[in-house]
């Protein structure tokens, strides 16, 4: 695949000619004899089989008679085709010319049937099922073992595999696919068989559920209905959904979904299939979080302050639009924007070209959580217009360093990469980082244990890195001077690709359409003369604003001090950036979200807009690949960022020249990228963060801490199953860090930092000597809230 | 020659000092003089010595064991392991069992031999969970042996090193094929690997495995003493050497009788006193209830791999369960298709689910319900089974319904007319009372 890739046609490899049902096909060595058959349009009826699982010839559905195995000698008996590689000459009769073959297939289905309730009117699988399916296409139409007086197996049902997965064991032809896909792809062997014979089936520990952050897809490719989730169990017949293909909004992965909806509601989300990004899996998150919009708070209608009672009350969208144009225009460019990082590129460049060209400001910054001026650079300079790093360079990768990235936990989808990659080729991964996380055990990667605040001297210190490696560094990095600049002269130095993986699904589409204080959409840099001349050109205005703008944190101290008087905000809590509800209140905030959140409350204009489902988009993944998506719901209450900036704008009589998302990225298109020069890359020498002279003492504790895949953002709120499967909230750390504070196992303890403390179980983890990780955004425990942000100094003792 | 058949057809070698003192002592078998002069030879002329023995795998399949020896890549850089068989679970057969009671030494020494021809320095004997007595008196020859210098580091001065794991099975029939048999071993389910890539080339723990049947094991001690061509002078043409021919059922005196291959059933009956008083042969398996079934027209068949292939069904374990004109071949099928249905280890589609339906099938018929249609479906269910499966397991589980359909539609039928089986199951007992109707 890499192959083809890198030289832009198809290599022949080395390729076998057999003859299916009579037809000559050449196809590549070592492919099964089931997926030949598929390219002469023969579909032999299959169960256990999946591409992307190893064989296992367990279910013996795909029988075909082998008269020549390519040695002049055929086989006695008919072979498992899903298990047979091809031979040159080889000769395949499959139920098509067979009548041996095609006997076999209806025997092994009329076995599958004996023990299978056959209550498809009742089961979520019916109408979509390939026992069904199949059972309609290669067996008999009346049960001779019902007729006979044969008597099923039955069991209770259904049992959960976990507050989520329901197993209805009656159901289950125990084909293996979902106990294979935990073992092999996920790597969290949680379920297992058990018993024999018929009464073989898929099993649990006790006291060990099936806790994965990827179970959902073992329900997906349950080729029965004996999986089922919680979220969607009897909710809704196949054939009465309408779906929609998409692309997660949880994450920077660009993952491939399908959202199927009826009558006005997402009922379920798929996996998409996507060869080049997710393959055909999601995670958990991805698959069961959309509730999220469709709580009781979302928002229905504009709101606008009463000058007379100073509350807020629903509005018109045109009075809307001209109360937020007054407020803007009253604060004459002391302006602020915070977009958040969970635009689609439409609304980014909608919000990005407002700032410029409405509110004639560079004072925008995407970036809700820890951020530098050197992040900013290093965006500006690395990552903006790179496509460096695929999805399947790491594949091809022979080593992969992260650094400041928990890929299980920020990018599930690159997580399963890195597992399949050591798996199939061994692939070295290396993590830079302070704990030996489950995640790094299962794609058997190598920990360099490393303080929070030493990242960079770690990685300038690894020896080996060649153009074989790829760099992946997280956004964590942002708060650790010195480590994207040692990132980035590493990849200079050594010739490894360097990606950089955000966590928010339009984080780098936020980059590219220049939601930053010194870059411009396109990879414009804000200080390069010919690129504002080139961008005012493309835009037909005078002039692009020259000063750089100010950053997040620099917008809420200007907000503080009274030095900006007004705020454009969407999609950021507010708490991450320690804004204040007085400086709120101060200011005008024109405020964007899909729900009611703690400023929307302080807003003096509130605008519904559109979640994802209600609009089309693009998101740009962390490889900087285009991940186009169209709209499933029709909604009226919403209107997408794009059109409500627009509204604002041309009540501010300074338009943005489109309204729609499509008309965005047709603009966008039209402006393209910068082709100048870029921005240099950020030269922060290491070590100089606070905590990089903090020696590793009982008490001089250093925090680790980043976001779990399921915690407490809203964008998880409406499924409780899915709350059910987070990870419990612990602190971790070595087990002599612990008994230098006088702490066991299981014990509760406090854990202080800057902001305050926050009382926890401990456990031991392996964790780097002189830190303790805790999660930072559990479920009622928000250490990044409670406590601090990764490096800072902490301490832990006993709970009182 | 060892042994004098002057007055009798058999062979006794494995079962030679079976009513010894203390058979199963060290002290009793002898010095272990086959390991020794093993030692002097090459480890290629082992095997080529084995090979030229003609000795075929005692296990049921009678695959060439020198050749399979042979198969063993020398240049895999890998650990090379020797795993003995012992899961004797076969329903009828009971050779290793008593061979490994009486006389453990000779496995023992035929593992030392064989490890040694294939290069292994580590060799597991997996012995069935039920035999807690055999676990244990193997257990204890192993470890006499390593207390006598034959186990150990560089035994003998030879240079050679070798350990022997006695490992216990946990009660499944489908350990006794050889890969569930390596999942086993590796602490594992218990279910049957896909191949290739065979046990020869990533076996036990993915590295080169030979698995032999303990009985192929314990005749290579015999071939080394005494020589390929003694060992090849008995036996047929093709199949060569002697073997334990376990006798069982309706029989006078039960037993296992070691004889030349291509022996007649009509002989070891004779051997064995004859049927029981007053009664005929019905029926009878050659290899274990995995082997179609034969009747007493085949009296004669010669015991070999090629003489009851011919017959129609296969020497397998030669596990011989005779059973006389008392006993229902209905009933007698259906308690074996139970065993296969609790048996199956639930891995494929055919096996796990047409093992349920057989016994249901089989059950009304016993019971005189259904109809004689209901022979033709299990015929059919049956030729859904054969050769569908993942494994032998079903293909055994075939065997004596369609053998006994074969040979005895009559008394299916007999079942449907009268409502019910018109044998009296008393009197196929060794409690029947004289009046009990035959």
């Known amino acids: 695949m890499t192959a083809t890739q890198d030289a832009g046609a198809v290599v022949k490899s080395d390729e076998v000619t057999l003859t299916i049902d009579g037809i000559q096909v050449s196809v590549p060595k070592d492919t099964l004899v089931i997926r030949a058959a598929e390219e002469i349009g023969v579909q032999i009826p299959r169960f256990c089989d999946h591409p992307l699982l190893e064989p296992v010839g367990a279910c013996r559905q795909c029988l075909v008679d082998v008269p020549d195995a390519g040695n002049g000698r055929g086989f006695p008996k008919p072979q498992a085709s899903c298990t047979l590689p091809v031979a ?522 559109a979640p994802a489902s209600d609009k089309a988009g693009t998101f740009v993944n962390w490889e900087g690949r285009v991940r186009s998506f169209g709209k499933v719901l029709d909604n009226p209450h919403s209107l997408p960022d794009v059109r409500v900036l627009a509204g604002i704008a041309e009540e501010r009589g300074r338009a943005i020249g489109f309204r729609t998302p499509e008309a965005a990225w047709a603009e966008m298109t039209q402006v393209g990228p910068w082709t100048g020069a870029r921005a240099s890359a950020p030269e922060v020498s290491t070590g100089s963060h606070s905590t990089g002279s903090v020696q590793a003492t009982s008490t001089g504790l250093v925090l680790a801490s980043w976001k779990q895949l399921l915690d407490d953002g809203r964008l998880q709120d409406g499924d409780p199953h899915l709350a059910a499967t987070a990870r419990p909230a612990v602190i971790l750390a070595s087990a002599a860090t612990l008994a230098g504070a006088g702490l066991a196992d299981g014990d509760r303890a406090t854990l202080t930092g800057p902001l305050g403390s926050i009382t926890l179980p401990v456990a031991v983890g392996e964790v780097a000597d002189g830190v303790v990780w805790a999660p930072a955004s559990a479920p009622g425990a928000s250490v990044r809230h409670a406590v601090g942000a990764a490096g800072d100094a902490v301490t832990i003792g006993g709970a009182k | 020659m060892t042994t004098a058949p002057n007055q009798s057809v058999l062979t006794p070698v494995l079962t030679k000092n079976w009513g010894d003192e203390q058979s199963w002592k060290l002290s009793a078998y002898g010095d272990y003089a086959a390991a020794k002069k093993a030692f002097g030879m090459q480890p290629d002329d082992v095997i080529t010595a084995v090979k030229d023995s003609g000795l075929r795998g005692r296990g049921g399949a009678g695959f060439p064991t020198g050749m399979k020896w042979s198969f063993i890549p020398q240049d895999n850089p890998k650990p090379k392991y020797l795993v003995v068989n012992a899961d004797e679970s076969e329903p009828g057969t009971c050779k290793d069992i008593p061979l490994m009671m009486a006389n453990p030494h000779v496995l023992v020494e035929g593992v030392i031999i064989s490890s040694y021809a294939i290069r292994a320095n580590k060799a597991f004997i997996y012995i069935r969970g039920e035999v807690l007595h055999v676990i244990r008196r193997v257990q204890a020859a192993v470890a006499e042996a390593h207390a006598a210098g034959h186990l150990g580091k560089d035994i003998h001065g030879s240079g050679y090193d070798l350990d022997i794991v006695v490992h216990a099975g946990a009660g499944a029939y489908i350990c006794g094929e050889e890969t569930a048999l390596l999942e086993g071993l590796e602490g594992r389910r218990g279910q049957p690997r896909l191949r290739p890539p065979f046990p020869a080339v990533a076996g036990l723990y993915a590295s080169p495995t030979v698995i032999n049947n303990v009985e192929s094991i314990a005749s290579v001690p015999s071939i080394i003493a005494n020589g390929a061509d003694w060992f090849s002078s008995m036996g047929t043409e093709k199949s060569k050497g002697f073997g334990i021919f376990s006798l069982s059922g309706h029989v006078a005196k039960p037993g296992q009788y070691e004889a030349p291959l291509g022996i007649t059933l009509r002989k070891l009956i004779e051997l064995a006193g004859g049927m029981r008083a007053g009664h005929e042969l019905k029926f009878w398996t050659p290899g274990g209830s995995s082997t179609p079934l034969l009747t007493a027209e085949h009296l004669d068949v010669p015991l070999d791999f090629e003489g009851v292939g011919e017959a129609g ?126």
């Open chain 1, 88 to 609: 040159e000459g080889m000769v395949v009769n499959t139920q098509a010319t067979s009548p041996v073959a095609d006997k076999s297939q209806q025997g092994v289905m009329e076995f599958l049937l004996i023990n299978h309730p056959l209550d498809c009117p009742v089961c979520d699988k019916g109408g979509e099922c390939p026992l069904q399916n199949q059972a309609m296409s290669n067996g008999r139409g009346e049960s001779r073992f019902a007729e006979s007086g044969g008597v099923k197996r039955t069991f209770p049902k259904p049992i959960n595999l976990s507050p989520q997965v329901l197993l209805d064991r009656e159901r289950c032809i125990v084909c293996q696919r979902c106990t294979r896909f935990s073992a092999e792809i996920a790597g969290d062997p949680f379920i297992e068989l058990i018993e024999r014979g018929a009464q073989q089936q898929i099993g649990i520990a006790e006291g060990a559920e099936f806790l994965s952050y990827f179970s959902g897809n073992t329900i997906q490719i349950c080729p029965v209905g004996a999986l089922t989730s919680a979220a969607y169990r009897f909710r809704s017949r196949p054939f009465d959904l309408v779906s929609t293909p998409s692309i997660t909004e949880h994450d920077a992965s660009g993952s491939a979904i399908r959202v199927d909806h009826r009558r006005g509601k997402v009922m379920r989300r798929l996996a998409g299939n996507d060869p080049l990004v997710n393959e055909e899996w999601i995670t958990d998150k991805d698959r069961f979080g959309f509730t999220w919009a469709r709580q009781d708070d979302r928002l229905t209608h504009p709101q606008v302050r009463d000058e007379d009672t100073g509350e807020l009350r629903a509005a018109s969208w045109p009075e809307a639009f001209a109360v937020a144009a007054r407020g803007l225009k009253k604060a004459k460019g002391k302006v602020g924007l915070l977009p958040g990082g969970r635009l689609t590129a439409e609304d980014a460049y909608a919000w990005s070209k407002f700032a410029r060209v409405t509110v004639r400001t560079n004072n925008i910054d995407f970036r809700s959580r820890p951020h530098s001026a050197e992040e900013a650079a290093f965006l500006a300079s690395t990552v903006v217009l790179s496509t460096t790093v695929t999805y399947a360079d790491l594949e091809s990768a022979k080593r992969v360093v992260l650094v400041g990235l928990e890929p299980e936990d920020e990018a599930g989808s690159i997580f399963l990469r890195l597992r399949k990659a050591n798996r199939a080729t061994g692939l070295e991964v290396v993590s830079i980082g302070a704990v030996n996380t489950r995640g790094l055990r299962k794609v058997n990667g190598t920990l360099v244990p490393t303080r929070p605040g030493d990242e960079a001297k770690a990685l300038t210190d690894l020896t080996d890195l060649d153009s074989s490696t790829v760099i992946l560094v997280g956004e964590r990095l942002a708060g650790v001077p010195g480590a994207l600049s040692a990132a980035a002269a590493v990849a200079q130095r050594t010739g490894a690709k360097l990606a950089w993986v955000p966590r928010r699904a339009g984080d780098r589409g936020a980059v590219e359409t220049g939601c930053l204080p010194a870059l411009l959409p396109g990879g414009r840099p804000v200080a390069d003369a010919a690129a504002r001349v080139d961008l005012a050109a493309a835009w037909d205005v005078e002039q692009v604003a020259d000063a750089e703008g100010l950053d997040a944190h620099g917008i809420v101290a200007a907000l503080e001090a009274g030095d900006l008087e007004a705020l454009v905000i969407g999609g950021v809590d507010p708490a991450d950036l320690g804004i204040r509800k007085k400086a709120l209140k101060k200011a005008f905030v024109v405020a964007l979200e899909v729900r009611s959140s703690a400023y929307t409350e302080l807003a003096d204009v509130v605008f519904p807009v």
């Open chain 2, 313 to 438: 069904s296969m020497l397998g374990t030669r596990a011989l369960q005779l059973f006389d004109e008392t006993t229902c071949v209905v009933r007698a099928v259906l308690r074996w298709t139970e065993f296969y249905k609790h048996e199956s280890c639930g891995k494929c589609t055919p096996c796990r689910e047409g093992t349920w339906w057989l016994t249901q099938t089989l059950s009304r018929l016993e019971q005189g319900q259904g109809s004689a249609e209901d022979l033709d479906l299990l015929v059919d269910q049956c030729d859904n089974i054969l050769g569908r499966s993942f494994c032998a397991l079903g293909d055994g589980a075939t065997s004596p319904i369609t053998s006994s359909i074969q040979y005895f539609r009559e008394e299916y039928l007999a079942h449907l007319e009268q409502g019910g089986c018109p044998f009296d199951p008393e009197a196929s007992t060794v409690f029947a009372t004289a009046g009990a109707k035959a």
